[in-house]
């Protein structure tokens, strides 16, 4: 019986937290709901602006997919809702297929929430949450820090009042900017700008500080009194009252067959940035967070979410560190975040009447400032030139060709680097430090000791097909370099775990060419499986079970004991004959 009720609690992680919650549990999240709500309410309606739709289709975004990650997500502070990475792939991907802002570009970026939905749902089913792997930290780190160049241009033409046709080329945009700047309407840019200076200070003042709602009620009622809207400040006008209603995404397979590039991508890099933050948070608050078990919770909030006009969500970086620090402790506070949300949609969005888009503008500019991560460059240009080299491409890809093909340039990279690592794996040859039992690289140590008649070499991999060739020509020139002095080579296997057959197969052409040179051959710290392996394939009967060793010391001491001998005996020319005959 516990077994089941365990067995279901992993599925819906909520109802343990209902076992322990308690008053003071409950104050906390109740200030982290209303905090995040309230932040959640200008920036919800500023990223469904960058992602091509209507202000009222991020509130929607912001109750249902909440509710549904409340449910069935293990991260205890996660802010889910509409991100901005997730708004430009958005309005990137269908912005192909349709006219930005129609009603067939609405459908289809709901249609997208179902696709990505249920990718991340069967993803969590399947235990596939190793598949993000391949988008590795510094690709990741370059696409975002891209989008956030694009998205900060993008918002150019609402900050400034300007008519920009809408392009991907960031250097399109500016081109734009330049010819019309002319034209820019004053009263709009001093709205406009003056929103991003506010939040920039209002942040450093005080980071949980609400400084996104406070420019939108300023903005909103200093348009409202003024009449800006007249004076040419474009203004987002009625926004639709009522919760949203229930509607069936539909499933044309041709559009559906149209969506599917940008619902992998974003599938992908959504839950890249949800997992990545979440786990950031567990690790400071000192519990745990189940992979398989955030793609289930994230595939639900977004396959819910769907059904009712909601375009793809996931956790936000800002929303979560803001639910932290305002002290929530579960998911009680998403669910009060949600439910303040479906209030302002119930009873207060006629009061977003006048507010300016280019305050929307100024939010979302300063929400994606923090995306570009000068910090990762510098650290891997003092730490790995090679992830810095991705990292670069990666960017440059995203920023001049183009959304997906920089994240598709990014992941083939990492593909790539993930193919070349495992063909050249690290290898050495080591030698003894001092009188002790302890066996070190030779490169690292200069101090280790190297007799001239044993040479002892460490590959540190599995032995397969794709690495056999370098595992036998870095082990050829070790043993052509030592000449005719050298008598034994020690294989130290210790850190190889597996050996497939040609894997195999190179061992037993290795054990011949020595025998052939007359040259002994060790295996030492060979561990079970594959010493089972090699039994099984006839390698320890071909060697000797004599000739297997715990570690490199007790080789090399039986060497010197008795292996010796024992090789002058094999490799004499009388015995050399009988064995031929």
């Given at each position: 019986m516990n077994s089941i009720i365990n067995h279901i609690k992993s599925y819906f992680p909520i109802l343990d937290t209902f076992r322990n919650y308690n008053k003071e549990d409950f104050r906390g999240d109740l200030n982290a709901g209303v905090t995040v709500a309230i932040m959640l309410v200008p920036q919800g309606m500023a990223y469904a602006v960058l992602a091509g739709l209507p202000p009222v289709y991020g509130l929607y975004a912001s109750i249902v997919p909440v509710l549904l990650y409340a449910i069935f997500g293990t991260s205890r502070h996660m802010g889910v809702g509409p991100v901005a990475i997730v708004s430009l792939l958005v309005i990137a991907g269908v912005g192909e297929l349709a006219e930005v802002g129609s009603d067939r570009f609405i459908h289809l970026a709901i249609m997208t929430a179902l696709g990505v939905g249920v990718v991340q749902f069967l993803m969590g089913i399947f235990r596939m949450g190793f598949l993000v792997n391949f988008l590795s930290h510094p690709v990741l780190s370059g696409f975002t820090s891209a989008a956030a160049i694009i998205i900060g241009v993008?918002?150019?033409?609402?900050?400034?009042?300007?008519?920009?046709?809408?392009?991907?080329?960031?250097?399109?945009?500016?081109?734009?900017?330049?010819q019309n700047i002319g034209e820019i309407e004053i009263y709009t840019a001093l709205i406009g700008i003056g929103s991003v200076a506010a939040i920039m200070l209002l942040k450093k003042w005080k980071k949980t500080f609400p400084s996104a709602l406070l420019v939108v009620v300023v903005g909103t009622v200093v348009t409202a009194i003024f009449n800006l809207h007249t004076f040419g400040v474009s203004i987002v006008g009625e926004v639709p009252q009522g919760l949203p209603s229930f509607q069936n995404p539909g499933l044309d397979f041709d559009d559906i067959q149209a969506i599917l590039p940008i619902v992998l991508v974003i599938a992908l890099v959504s839950y890249m940035e949800s997992i990545a933050v979440a786990k950031a948070v567990a690790n400071k608050r000192g519990y745990k967070i189940d992979?398989?078990?955030?793609?289930?919770?994230?595939?639900?909030?977004?396959?819910?979410?769907?059904?009712?006009?909601?375009?793809?969500t996931t956790g936000g970086f800002s929303r979560t560190a803001v639910n932290d620090q305002s002290g929530a402790k579960s998911t009680i506070a998403s669910i009060i975040t949600a439910g303040l949300i479906a209030v302002t949609v119930l009873f207060l969005t006629p009061l977003f009447y006048y507010?300016?888009?280019?305050?929307?503008?100024?939010?979302?500019?300063?929400?994606?400032?923090?995306?570009?991560?000068?910090?990762?460059?510098?650290?891997?240009?003092?730490?790995?030139?090679?992830?810095?080299?991705?990292?670069?491409?990666?960017?440059?890809?995203t920023l001049f060709l183009g959304i997906e093909e920089g994240i598709a340039i990014g992941v083939i990279?990492?593909?790539?680097?993930?193919?070349?690592?495992?063909?050249?794996?690290?290898?050495?040859?080591?030698?003894?430090?001092?009188?002790?039992?302890?066996?070190?690289n030779i490169k690292r140590y200069p101090e280790a000791k190297v007799e001239e008649e044993i040479l002892i070499y460490r590959f540190d991999s599995n032995l397969y097909f794709a690495n056999v060739e370098h595992f036998r020509e870095t082990l050829d020139q070790k043993i052509n370099d030592r000449g005719v002095s050298l008598e034994l080579v020690i294989l130290d296997a210790s850190s190889i775990n597996d050996v497939d057959s040609t894997g195999i197969h190179t061992l037993q052409e290795l054990i011949k060419d020595l025998r052939l040179k007359r040259i002994t051959f060790y295996m030492a710290g060979v561990i079970g499986p594959v010493r089972d392996r090699l039994k099984a394939c006839g390698i320890t009967d071909t060697m000797g079970e004599e000739n297997f060793f715990f570690d490199v010391a007790d080789a090399v001491a039986y060497y010197k004991e008795k292996g010796a001998d024992e090789a002058r005996k094999e490799f004499s020319p009388c015995q050399t004959n009988l064995n031929e005959s």
């Open positions: 993008s918002q150019l033409g609402n900050l400034l009042g300007l008519e920009l046709a809408r392009s991907k080329q960031v250097h399109e945009i500016f081109i734009g900017v330049f992979a398989n078990q955030e793609l289930v919770a994230l595939g639900s909030a977004n396959i819910g979410g769907s059904l009712f006009q909601s375009f793809p507010l300016p888009n280019a305050v929307l503008a100024a939010i979302i500019m300063v929400a994606v400032a923090g995306l570009f991560d000068s910090k990762e460059m510098s650290f891997l240009w003092q730490t790995d030139r090679k992830d810095l080299a991705m990292l670069i491409i990666t960017f440059a890809s990279m990492s593909l790539v680097m993930v193919i070349y690592t495992s063909t050249k794996p690290h290898y050495a040859e080591v030698g003894r430090l001092g009188s002790t039992s302890n066996f070190r």
